[in-house]
């Protein structure tokens, strides 16, 4: 069973950028399809973006299209998402997900393994 440890949120100032990590073990993490959601307070946990097991093809949220990078080092066992252009609406608790099986990958419900999360502030 695969376990996931994310890093690299912060607080950055609307513009900035970061890149948060998520460290895979216990598991053949290039079998795995990989997904970034994201949780702000009181609201339901949300698609950010996903990447194929090899990482030839991406998905994202409308929202984010166009500013966040998803990708994978399947040597190093690690999936990265680039965020440039923060919005103080993208403040959130930001995780990372692994799935073996098929359907929606903007489902959280699709998705068997989770991380613990990393919180990212961006302030106005």
């Known amino acids: 069973q695969v376990q996931l440890v994310e890093s690299g949120g912060g607080l950055v100032q609307a513009g900035g950028s970061l890149r948060l990590s998520c460290v895979a073990s216990?598991?053949?993490?290039?079998?795995?399809?990989m997904g970034w959601f994201r949780q702000a307070p009181g609201k339901e946990r949300e698609f950010v973006a996903a990447?194929?097991?090899?990482?030839?093809?991406?998905h994202y949220a409308d929202s984010v299209k166009g500013r966040f990078t998803i990708s994978r080092d399947n040597d190093k066992n690690t999936l990265y998402l680039q965020m440039n252009s923060l919005k103080p609406e993208d403040t959130a608790v930001y995780y990372c997900a692994a799935r073996r099986g098929v359907g929606d990958f903007s489902a959280a419900a699709s998705y068997d393994h989770w991380g613990q999360g990393t919180q990212v502030t961006v302030s106005s």
């Open positions: 216990g598991g053949t993490f290039f079998t795995y399809y």
């Open positions: 990447v194929s097991w090899s990482g030839g093809n991406t």
